[in-house]
């Protein structure tokens, strides 16, 4: 059982996964700290209406990304977390998704030991697991992939990747690329360069989990296509044999009707 409270003379930092948008995907625990906060360090992705939940007198700072708005840097989000907690508050940091799937909560942490300051992380829906949910794919399948890869795409340029794309175009795998759909042209380069077939199929969900949530389906052959038709909206980008298990692959050839019959 966590403790809310925990006692200390110093205040306590959550690192709490909010999910992937939709306000009821956070954790029961999640939500618990967040109507017990003193303070809620919130980021872009998060969904507002999670705030609601947060005691009146709670303290809310926003620090992610906005269309035409500066963005808190790392080094001003750590600095901020450590001042609330040695002013003893009772810190929650709200984090899109997992907190510990690019998320940075790595940095945060070691900011926070660096000042000997308590915390503990509670983990949350990521986008690739509720990408899955919404697309009706199953990441895994026993007979057509047998890991799970989660990529960042701001690693993906062409010349400049340290992923070694031979691996992962041979792979039996799922790749979930984060940050992914601006990439994928040269994500399917890549892949096509080492080797993956260019009917392989691949699924891009953007903003999962939400009223505007919208499901693509295509090849390799449509990364173009498929990157120009979503503009800024974040998305995942799934790239694997189980694409064709999704309920939207309709155009898609399937794998064999056992597999598709539900
Ligand atoms: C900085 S990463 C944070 C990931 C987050 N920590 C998680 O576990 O999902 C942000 C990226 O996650 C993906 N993402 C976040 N929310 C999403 C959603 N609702 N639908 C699809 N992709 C999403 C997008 O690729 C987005 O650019």
Known sequence: MIDLKPSSSNGFVWLVGAGPGAADLITVRGLKLLQDAEAVVYDELVNRALLDNCPAKCELHAVGKRAGSHSASQGEINDLLVSLAKAGRRVVRLKGGDPMVFGRAGEEIEALRAAGLPFAIVPGVTAATASGAVAELPLTHRDYSSAVIFI??????????????????????????????????????????????????????????????????????DAEKLSAGLAGQPALVVIGEVVRLSSFATDLPQLHAQAITR
Request: aromatic share 4%; glycine share 8%.
């Open 152 to 221: 960042t795409g701001h690693q993906c340029a062409a010349n400049t990747s340290a992923l070694d794309w031979g691996a992962l175009a041979k792979l039996r795998a799922t790749l979930c690329f984060y940050m992914g759909v601006r990439r994928l042209p040269e994500i399917a380069r890549n892949l096509l360069g080492h080797g993956m077939s260019a009917d392989m199929p691949l699924a891009v969900v953007s903003e999962a989990t939400l009223p505007t949530q919208l499901v693509l389906i295509g090849t390799l052959r």
